[in-house]
Every structure is written in C-alpha cells, then in structure tokens.
C-alpha cells in the first residue's frame, strides 16, 4: 500500500529521542542524556510545532485564509524559517522582520521560501533592550499598519505556541521514554516549549524536574560571534533572576513549572557542541548545546545516576556554519570543563 504524504504539515513532529551511550562514556557520567532531535523536524527546528498549531487553529477559528491574508512576524529566525514553510505549503503571503545579527543561513533558508523580509535597524531594537519583549508590540504593529489583510502570529503571547507543545512535545517525551524521564531542559525564547512541555510531564508526574538554560549575561555582553546581538545563543534569554521573572520573560512562559534556573557561558555551550559532534556524529545548534551542557552537569551528578535527563535540542549546526563556530570554538573552550 502506498504511503504517500500530501504536504510537509503531515511531518511534524515524532522526533526521535536519542541516546548518547558514547559521550556518556567518555565523560564518565552517572545520569543518562537522552537528546530530543527537533531538527528532524520538515523544516528543520523545534518551530515548525508551533507555526504549524498557530496556523491551524487560527484557521480552524475562521480568522485567516490563504486568499485573503498576509502572515506578519518578528523574529530572530527558527520561528520565522517555520512559518515561511508552511505559509509557502499552504499558499500564504509571508512578511517577516529580522533582526540584526541572523545568520547568513538563515537569511538564505527565508529567501529560499519566499518571504518578504523587513528591515529592522539597531534603532528600531533600542527600546526593546531597555523595555524588554513588550517593546516588540509596535515593531508588529507597524507591520500590521503596512499590510492590508495582515494577522500577527503573535508568537511571544499565542496560546496555540504553548498548546503546540503541551498537546505534541510533552506527550511524545513521555510516551517514549515509557514515563520515565526524571529530568527535562530547555532555554526561553517565545517561552512556548519549555512551558508545554514541563506543564504536561508535570501533570503526569509531579516529580519531574523541569530546568530552565539560561545565557551567561558576560558571554552576550563579550559575545564572540560578530554582529550577534544575543551573544551567539540565538534564541534563547535570561529570563529570570533572584526578584522572579525579568523583562525578557514571554508572556507565554510560566515559572510555575520551573524548577531550577541554570546559567551556561557560550564557551560552555560550544564544548557541549564539540563534545555531541565528536562522539555521537550529531551536530547541534548553539540553544540545543547550552541546554545539553546543562544536562551533562546533571549527569555528573552522583544523585541523578541512572535517571533520564531530555535535553530539547531546538535545530542543528548547519543554520550557523558562516558563523565558524569551531574557530570560536578553539579560541574559548581551552580549559572548559562540564
């Protein structure tokens, strides 16, 4: 019988949960990391979820169409890669603003499905460094204004963005480590998947410890990646301190289902990605290498030996070879220890 999909939104999801038995051994670790592949994902990141479910269901709401509206996003990359895909696979009109900073990679995958790309200046960021995520608002806004038909995905305060995770992510990591995943960790960007996914497994065990990777405030301010604005960590953001929640926090994350906050210099975070590449033949983004850093000082732990530490690994290292990592690499990582 043929087994033929019609579209790649037939794709999403079911990414596999790996096991790195050899970086284990290597490293002499007592717990067992247990990697969330999410670039296997059609268009190559965690993302694709929740542009996906935002579409969907707003469709499913009557609130858009594909002959009448024009999708209208601001966003550092992966969520706009994703929804540029799926607005191309379902006959949307694509406009997204970009800022500084993104990887030429990523530039081209947005041109390679047809999205209309806004310029954003420096300037026009200013307020949000001194605001927080809520000066994105009129950045969006004007978007809006110059887009007849437009619609917002919304990404930072959509619903459907936690939902994607809550209803696909959570249950997938449960289901395939047979409910016995003991610890998950993940960074906050739009704040949707670390969120859906520590509500969900939660709900089913409450003693599942949930731990947010958060960037070294030094690594941004020193960033070794020329012309990043984020330090090189793409995507992700400090998003609480000792007073709770800071200005960069999502309105789609919830500390409620956090448990513990863990701070990853970017020199950290690329020898995680040496360390996956070397000895399991996978090769990570900068998110997905702070988030298993974070769970590699876990595994050392002698209190987690033989739990089953998921790290979700966002996207993989090709979206940031112009950025040559391994010179960086080379030049931070003497003398960094996990």
């Known amino acids: 019988m043929a087994n033929i999909y019609q579209s790649i939104t037939e794709l999403v999801g079911h990414t596999p949960l790996v096991e790195f038995n050899r970086l284990k051994e290597a490293l002499g670790l007592k717990g067992r990391i247990v990697g969330k592949l999410e670039y296997f994902n059609p268009a190559g990141s965690h993302k694709d979820r929740i542009a ?10 009557g609130e858009i169409s594909p002959d009448k509206t024009t999708l209208v996003e601001f966003t550092s990359g992966n969520t706009g890669i994703a929804l540029a895909a799926f607005a191309a696979a379902k006959g949307y009109r694509f406009k997204i603003g970009l800022q500084p900073g993104v990887s030429v990679e990523r530039l081209k995958l947005l041109e390679a499905y047809n999205a209309e790309i806004l310029p954003i200046s420096s300037e026009d960021l200013a307020p949000v460094y001194e605001e927080g995520i809520e000066a994105f608002g009129p950045i969006i806004q004007k978007f809006l204004d110059e887009t007849p038909n437009g619609w917002a995905t919304l990404q930072l305060s959509n619903s459907d963005n936690v939902n994607a995770h809550y209803k696909h992510t959570g249950p997938e990591i449960w289901q395939d480590t047979d409910g016995k995943v003991d610890i998950f960790i993940g960074g906050v960007g739009t704040g949707g998947s670390t969120h859906g996914v520590s509500k969900y497994l939660k709900e089913q065990n409450p003693n599942i410890k949930s731990i947010v990777t958060q960037p ?8 070794a990646v020329e012309g990043a604005t984020d330090g090189g960590f793409h995507g992700i953001h400090q998003v609480h301190d000792e007073n709770g929640l800071t200005k960069m926090s999502p309105d789609n994350f919830s500390d409620k289902v956090i ?4 701070f990853i210099t970017y020199a950290e975070t690329l020898k995680a990605i040496h360390l996956l590449a070397k000895y399991e033949g996978i090769f990570v983004g900068a998110s997905a290498g702070a988030s298993l850093a974070v769970a ?11 739990k089953i530490i998921v790290p979700l690994l966002p996207d993989n290292g090709e979206r940031y070879l112009s950025e040559d990592l391994q010179r960086v690499r080379h030049e931070l990582e003497d003398g960094v220890e996990l």
């Open 259 to 262: 448990d513990e906050y863990e």
């Open 52 to 61: 996906l479910e935002i579409i969907e269901q707003a469709e499913s709401r």
């Open 216 to 223: 070294d405030p030094a690594s941004i301010e020193n960033s």
């Open 296 to 306: 590699i000082k876990e595994a050392r732990k002698p209190e987690n030996e033989g």
